[in-house]
């Protein structure tokens, strides 16, 4: 079983939806907690980091977490076509584990104009 | 301020032979991790290097190598390469990679034929 289960999606949305992305993890050592978009070809690009169970805005996103049933999710309001990509959630430790995340597969998310 | 730098942007190689890739960090961060991705097995950790030292590993053979000079810049090495070895190879750069957020290079795409 992987430490990190991303729902595999894919997901197709109107322009103006909001959407849910969600992923659980099973190891009670991640701390940190990291959303990442990726566009094709490219590397990912870090969108929210957090640390503490509870709720993180950020423009149209919000990063939720809840560290007592290990699951994280992304929410995005008035979803954008340009929103269209993969989504990564990434978790990592403290300590000497602090400088490896751990990755979910990815979420492939459509907004249709 | 100068994001992560990845060269080169695109690779081929023939089996059995060995690369060389180069990662330049964001000036001023310390740490640098570098990471597999393939559609099959997603973003899987290589390991990560702080001052000069390798602090964490993944669970990659030995034919992956890496390390890092005073200036912070890393190199990752494979040798003896397999048709498997055909990936994006990502680098991401963070302060100290305890808990800092890690910005991620675009990636350098590795063919082996």
């Known amino acids: 079983q992987k430490e990190v289960e991303q729902d595999p999606g894919p997901l197709s949305v109107p322009e103006g939806a909001i959407v849910s992305l969600n992923c659980t993890y099973s190891?009670?050592?991640?701390?940190?907690f990291m959303w990442y978009r990726q566009y094709s070809r490219k590397g990912p690009e870090l969108l929210m980091y957090t640390y503490s169970s509870g709720n993180k805005e950020d423009g149209r996103f919000t990063a939720q977490v809840d560290k007592s049933s290990k699951y994280i999710s992304l929410f995005i309001r008035d979803s954008q076509p340009s929103d269209s990509a993969t989504y990564l959630c990434?978790?990592?430790?403290?300590?000497?584990?602090?400088?490896?995340?751990?990755f979910g597969d990815g979420t492939t998310l459509t907004v249709k104009p | 301020k100068a994001g992560v730098t990845q060269t080169p942007r695109y690779l081929i190689k023939t089996r059995g032979q060995q690369v060389t890739l180069s990662c330049s960090p964001i000036?001023?961060?310390?740490?640098v991790s570098w990471y597999q991705q393939t559609p099959g097995q997603g973003l899987q950790f290589l390991f990560e290097y702080f001052s000069e030292t390798q602090r964490n590993k993944g669970n990659f053979p030995g034919r992956f190598s890496g390390r890092q000079f005073s200036n912070s810049r890393s190199e990752m090495n494979v040798s003896t390469l397999e048709l498997g070895d055909s990936a994006l190879y990502l680098c991401?750069?963070?302060?100290?990679?305890?808990?800092?957020?890690?910005?991620f290079g675009q990636g350098t795409r590795l063919t082996v034929v």
């Open positions: 190891n009670s050592a991640f701390q940190y």
């Open positions: 000036s001023g961060h310390r740490s």
């Open positions: 991401a750069s963070s302060l100290s990679g305890k808990n800092t957020e890690a910005f």
């Open positions: 990434a978790m990592k430790g403290q300590g000497t584990n602090a400088g490896k995340s751990t």
